[in-house]
């Protein structure tokens, strides 16, 4: 049972470039669920989507926007890249029949921003 | 708004010791709680939850987390801790009227274990 997947591992940009970071959900699962994490951080809540529409969003900027896709993959893209936006982001998955409350990470994406 | 505090960014504790890390949530309605655990360069792993059921739960591993709603409170302990306990703990809630949104994370505690 293939858990959370993401892509790449790592990413080195240059201020002011644009990312795409990919999630593929735990096998059964329907929602998805971005997050960031600072260095020494919690993890902090960008967005939540399901059935290919975002759901909830916390409080991150407009350059911070979304896709998920009719097999429940998602991306997330980042506009205007800051030195700020370095970090590890996080994709979670879960099932919304059940709530959704449960969910399960994937290994991260640690962007660098130079 | 809702908020998670955990008491202590690091804990040490020595190999077969107990193992307490705390955790507070301020919130005028119980949330659902969780306890993650993070190795380094690793993302999250659900150690254990509470959704209204026992207050007493148990997870992976070991450990065992309490809610105490007159204490506001969900403390995650195992008896004797073991090397390969030493990562990141973060506990994290999920506000009932949030319909299954975002997790709330508290700024997570760092465990090291000694021989």
């Known amino acids: 049972d293939a858990g959370v997947t993401q892509s790449p591992t790592h990413l080195i940009k240059t201020r002011g470039q644009q990312v795409t970071l990919r999630c593929s959900p735990k096998?059964?699962?329907?929602?998805v669920s971005w997050y960031q994490q600072a260095l020494g951080q919690g993890p902090q809540f960008i967005f939540q989507?399901?059935?290919?529409?975002?759901?909830q969003r916390g409080n991150f900027p407009d350059r911070f926007s979304g896709h998920q896709f009719p097999n429940y993959s998602s991306e997330l893209n980042v506009n205007a890249l800051l030195l700020g936006d370095s970090a590890l982001y996080l994709c979670?998955?879960?099932?919304?029949?059940?709530?959704?409350?449960?969910?399960?990470f994937g290994p991260g994406t640690r962007l660098t921003v130079t | 708004a809702q908020s998670v505090t955990q008491l202590g960014s690091h804990v040490s504790v020595s190999e077969g010791a107990l193992v307490l890390l705390r955790c507070n949530y301020s919130?005028?309605?119980?949330?659902?709680l969780f306890w993650y655990v993070q190795y380094p360069n690793q993302g999250l792993q659900l150690l254990l939850k509470?959704?209204?059921?026992?207050?007493l739960v148990k997870g992976i591993n070991g450990f065992e987390a309490e809610f105490k709603k007159s204490e506001t409170s969900f403390h995650l302990t195992k008896p004797s801790a073991h090397m390969s306990d030493a990562a990141e703990y973060f506990c994290?809630?999920?506000?009932?009227?949030?319909?299954?949104?975002?997790?709330?994370f508290g700024q997570g505690t760092e465990l090291s274990v000694k021989p």
């Open positions: 979670a998955s879960s099932l919304m029949l059940a709530g959704a409350y449960e969910q399960y």
């Open positions: 096998s059964g699962h329907d929602t």
């Open positions: 989507y399901y059935e290919e529409e975002e759901r």
């Open positions: 919130s005028s309605v119980p949330p659902y």
């Open positions: 509470y959704t209204s059921a026992a207050t």
């Open positions: 994290a809630v999920s506000p009932i009227y949030n319909q299954g949104g975002k997790l709330i």
